[in-house]
Structure formats: C-alpha cells, structure tokens
C-alpha cells in the first residue's frame, strides 16, 4: 500500500499524529507493517475495532497495539 492510501483510511478513525510506512532501503518498497499514532488513545482503539481482519489493497490485514521489543521475544 502507499502512505497516502493508509493515511486516506485511517484518518476516518481519528486525527493521525504519526505514521511510519517501514520500507526496505534495498527494494524501496514497503516491508508490509505500519505504525499509525492518534491524538487519543479512544481514536487508536476505534482504528483497532474498525480494521482489524478488513481488506486493504486486496490484502487482510491485522490491527494491534505495537508491542516493545522484550514483549515480542518473550
């Protein structure tokens, strides 16, 4: 996807202070994760609830909390 696709359908939940499309530097294409910050944590969870499991450019995609580095190696 591209960043103005992912901003078009997350703004819908709320006011998007951040997002950070992960491309890989070698291919210049995106990696396949997104990290989206919202003004409030009410708007984050409604992004959640209103895309996880959707379609996205053809694609499923899953909508979570981003978890620290020690949470995943656990």
Do not use: C, W
């Not at 990696?31 to 209103?50: H, N, P, Q, V």
């Not at 499991?53 to 190696?73: H, M, N, P, Q, T």
């Amino acid at each position: 996807t591209t960043e103005d696709t992912l901003r078009d359908t997350f703004e819908q939940f709320g006011k998007l202070v951040h997002m950070n499309l992960v491309m890989d530097k070698v291919a210049n294409r995106p990696k396949g994760f997104a990290f989206l910050r919202y003004d409030t944590e009410e708007e984050a969870m409604k992004a959640i609830e209103g895309m996880h499991g959707k379609f996205l450019d053809g694609r499923v995609i899953f909508v979570e909390e981003a978890k620290s580095r020690s949470d995943i190696s656990r």
